[in-house]
């Protein structure tokens, strides 16, 4: 199975700053078919997850666009430009490249 | 409105059987690969099952293979999951999940399946 690797699993932060998340992966991403299926779920206590970008870098409808999504291979990064109070909760990311589909152990995103 | 709704779960003893159902709604279901994915209390999120859009195709992890089995019927737009020998650790909240574009596009408000004597 692949292993994702998120850093950190806290993040406290000021609102107003940014939030870098990190997600590194035990093998490529890449798929045969060449798309890379590295997305980011958002949950915030009692509630499901929230999808949020897709293939590394596409937003979900309605996401704002203070979230940014980046990197190649196997290391990804999820950015918040200016953090808001809805923002706190744990975000995930998730490889579908290969079965069976893994998560990251979540990162807390709390505001100082 | 576009929606997943999950119904089935409940308190169980160990080694018994549950059957959950994803009804959905909303969107052309026949069109989507659907997944279940369970949360345990305070944990993170893990991928047990998967169907693809007509049935043929399914997956499971480790952890459930040979215990689970994930059906759907296209024409009722449901999908179930039939859970045997059930085992404590198997006890989470299980989110049905649509799939699309290689991600989790769409979640279900889960249903809490408790595994204990």
């Known amino acids: 199975d692949i292993v994702m690797t998120q850093t950190p699993l806290s993040s406290p932060v000021t609102l107003g700053q940014p939030a870098s998340i990190s997600c590194r992966s035990s093998?490529?991403?890449?798929?045969?078919?060449?798309?890379?299926?590295l997305s980011w779920l958002h949950q915030r206590p009692g509630q499901p997850p929230r999808p949020l970008i897709y293939?590394?870098?596409n937003h979900f409808s309605g996401v704002p666009d203070r979230f940014s999504g980046s990197g190649a291979g196997t290391d990804f990064t999820l950015k918040i430009s200016r953090v808001e109070a809805e923002d706190v909760g744990v975000y995930y990311c998730?490889?579908?490249?290969?079965?069976?589909?893994?998560f990251g152990q979540g990162t807390k995103l709390e505001i100082k | 409105e576009v929606q997943l709704v999950e119904s089935g779960g409940g308190l169980v003893q160990p080694g018994g059987s549950l059957r959950l159902s994803c009804a959905a709604s909303?969107?052309?279901?026949?069109?989507?690969?659907m997944y279940w994915v369970r949360q345990a209390p305070g944990k993170g999120l893990v991928c047990v099952s998967r169907?693809?859009?007509?049935?043929?195709?399914?997956s499971y992890a480790d952890s459930v293979k040979g215990r689970f089995t994930i059906s759907r019927d296209n024409a009722k737009n449901t999908l179930h999951l039939q859970m045997t020998s059930l085992r404590v650790e198997d006890t989470a909240l299980y989110y049905c999940?649509?799939?699309?574009?290689?991600?989790?596009?769409?979640w279900g408000q889960g249903t809490m399946v408790t595994v204990s004597s």
């Open positions: 999940v649509r799939g699309w574009s290689g991600a989790f596009d769409l």
């Open positions: 909303g969107f052309t279901f026949s069109s989507h690969w």
């Open positions: 169907i693809e859009t007509d049935g043929r195709t399914t």
């Open positions: 093998q490529s991403l890449v798929h045969s078919d060449g798309n890379t299926y």
């Open positions: 293939k590394i870098f």
């Open positions: 998730v490889q579908a490249t290969q079965f069976p589909f893994t």
